[in-house]
């Protein structure tokens, strides 16, 4: 089993910064994925970011150049850096630790509320 604690959301105004952070702790596989999907209100969950244990990355259109993902592999963990955060990132943040060779070794954060409103 593995549990995913995500942390650092809150409420910011445009144009501001966050940082989310999620460790995961228990049975990590060395070979994985890291990322940080968001679902807004009647939205489907969507991919914002994603990191594996290489370093390599992956973002959505939609945040390339204001958002930064990295990981401390050593520390199970991710970090999503936000900036120029628009209202329409508003959204619950979850953090998704993943092995893409086995189905079954898929696992969830709870979320964290982002808020980007004046």
């Known amino acids: 089993q593995v549990q995913l604690v995500e942390s650092g959301g809150g409420l910011v105004q445009p144009g501001g910064s966050l940082r989310l952070s999620c460790v995961a702790s228990?049975?990590?596989?060395?070979?994985?994925?890291m990322g940080w999907y968001r679902q807004a209100p009647g939205q489907q969950r969507e991919l914002v970011a994603d990191i594996n244990n290489v370093g390599r990355t992956n973002y959505a259109d939609s945040v390339k150049g204001r958002f930064t993902i990295s990981r401390d592999n050593a520390k199970n963990t991710v970090i999503l850096q936000m900036n120029s955060l628009k209202p329409e990132d508003t959204a619950v943040y979850y953090c998704r630790l993943y092995a893409d060779y086995d189905d079954d070794y898929d696992y969830w954060g709870q979320g964290t509320q982002v808020t980007v409103s004046s």
């Open positions: 228990g049975s990590i596989l060395s070979i994985n994925i």
